[in-house]
Antibody
Framework: EVQLVQSGAEVKKPGESLKISCKGS????????IAWVRQMPGRGLEWMGI????????RYTPSFQGQVTFSVDESINTAYLQWNSLEASDTAIYFC????????????WGQGTLVTVSS | QSVLTQPPSVSAAPGQKVTISCSGS????????VSWYQQVPGTAPKLLMY???KRPSGIPDRFSGSKSRTSATLGITGLQTGDEADYYC???????????FGGGTKVTVL
C-alpha cells in the first residue's frame, strides 16, 4: 500500500527555522517526484514546487523560490521542506504528494502538517 | 486571484447533477492536461480525475471530466451527501513554469 506519512504539527516563533518531513512507503520512492502544496487557513491549494528523489532535482514556483528549501534522504525514503526564518504568513497546512511528472497529477498525498508561526 | 477560475460554489439536491468549470488560458489548460481533486475539509486532497477525463481506480463513474480549448469541466451526477467537499482543478502553466490550482469550488448538497 502506497503511503506518505508526514511529521506532526509544529508551533514556532517568527525568525525560527523548521524542517518538516514526508516519508514514503509501499513504492519505489526514488522514481516518483514529491510535490509540496501549501494551504493557508481557509484558503485554497498552492503548488510550491517539486523534487525528484533519485537526483534531488528541484523546481520551485517563483513565489516560493528562495523562501523554502526541498531536500530528500533517499536512504530513508524521506523528503523534507525547510524554512530558515519563519514568518507569521507561513502559518498553513503543508501537504506532500507523489507525482509522476509536472502535469499537476498527484495520486497519493500525505495527511498534511500544520505549521503555526506566532509570537 | 487564481489564474485558473472556478465558481466559488455550486449546489443541488441529492440525486441531481452539478458541473464545475475551470477557465484558464493558452499557456495552461490550452496546452496541458487537467487534473481534478476533491478535498473534504480537514483532510488531504484526493485525485478524482487526471488527463482531463480519466478516473483513477476506485473513483465512481458518477464523476466525469472534459476539456475544450482553455476550459475544463468536472461533472458529478447522482449527487450524494458524501460529495460535499471543495473541488480543485490543476494543470501546468508553460509561462509561469509551475503547477496551478484553481481557486476551488464548494459543492453543497441541499
Amino acid at each position: 500500500e502506497v503511503q506518505l506519512v508526514q511529521s506532526g504539527a509544529e508551533v514556532k516563533k517568527p525568525g525560527e527555522s523548521l524542517k518538516i518531513s514526508c516519508k514514503g512507503s509501499g513504492y519505489s520512492f526514488s522514481i516518483y517526484w514529491i510535490a509540496w502544496v501549501r494551504q493557508m487557513p481557509g484558503r485554497g491549494l498552492e503548488w510550491m514546487g517539486i523534487i525528484y528523489p533519485a537526483d534531488s532535482r528541484t523546481r520551485y514556483t517563483p513565489s516560493f523560490q528562495g523562501q523554502v528549501t526541498f531536500s530528500v534522504d533517499e536512504s530513508i525514503n524521506t523528503a523534507y521542506l525547510q524554512w530558515n526564518s519563519l514568518e507569521a504568513s507561513d502559518t498553513a497546512i503543508y501537504f506532500c504528494s507523489r507525482s509522476i511528472d509536472f502535469s499537476g497529477k498527484s495520486d497519493f498525498w500525505g495527511q498534511g502538517t500544520l505549521v503555526t508561526v506566532s509570537s | 486571484q487564481s489564474v485558473l477560475t472556478q465558481p466559488p460554489s455550486v449546489s443541488a439536491a441529492p440525486g441531481q447533477k452539478v458541473t464545475i468549470s475551470c477557465s484558464g488560458s493558452d499557456s495552461n489548460i490550452g496546452k496541458n492536461h487537467v487534473s481534478w481533486y476533491q478535498q473534504v475539509p480537514g483532510t488531504a486532497p484526493k485525485l478524482l480525475m487526471y488527463e482531463n477525463a480519466k478516473r483513477p481506480s476506485g473513483i465512481p463513474d458518477r464523476f466525469s471530466g472534459s476539456k475544450s480549448r482553455t476550459s475544463a469541466t468536472l461533472g458529478i451526477t447522482g449527487l450524494q451527501t458524501g460529495d460535499e467537499a471543495d473541488y480543485y482543478c490543476a494543470t501546468w502553466d508553460d509561462s509561469l513554469t509551475a503547477v496551478l490550482f484553481g481557486g476551488g469550488t464548494k459543492v453543497t448538497v441541499l
